[in-house]
Nanobody
Framework: QVRLAESGGGSVQAGGSLSLSCTVSGVDSSAYAMGWFRQAPGKQREGVASIGTDGDTRYGDFVKGRFTISQDNVKNTMYLQMNDLKPEDTAMYYC?????????????????WGQGTQVTVSS
């Protein structure tokens, strides 16, 4: 059974940093493209960042160099380092995996999802 578990969310002031982790079990994450998504209240879920099995990455336009996605295949864990956080980054953040080698920011292409971790940024 494939399971994804996020951790690292919390509350920070604008300009602060948070590091999210996503631990994958039940599958070798090195064979799966992975992604981070977020959903704020009343808004659609949007792609934050994605990483392919070759290490290629893609970010949502709103990231603007503030976030970095990475993966440790030995630990079967994916990370999202978020710097210079803004109040508009406040959302539930989800990690996801797809049985495909290529990155994607389209949530409908992902089969496996974590439960989410809340990120709250105050001004």
């Amino acid at each position: 059974q494939v399971r994804l578990a996020e951790s690292g969310g919390g509350s920070v002031q604008a300009g602060g940093s948070l590091s999210l982790s996503c631990t994958v079990s039940g599958v070798d994450s090195s064979a799966y493209a992975m992604g981070w998504f977020r959903q704020a209240p009343g808004k659609q879920r949007e792609g934050v960042a994605s990483i392919g099995t070759d290490g290629d990455t893609r970010y949502g336009d709103f990231v603007k160099g503030r976030f970095t996605i990475s993966q440790d295949n030995v630990k079967n864990t994916m990370y999202l380092q978020m710097n210079d956080l803004k109040p508009e980054d406040t959302a539930m953040y989800y990690c996801a995996a797809r049985a495909d080698p290529f990155w994607s920011l389209r949530d409908i292409l992902y089969k496996y999802w974590g439960q989410g971790t809340q990120v709250t940024v105050s001004s």
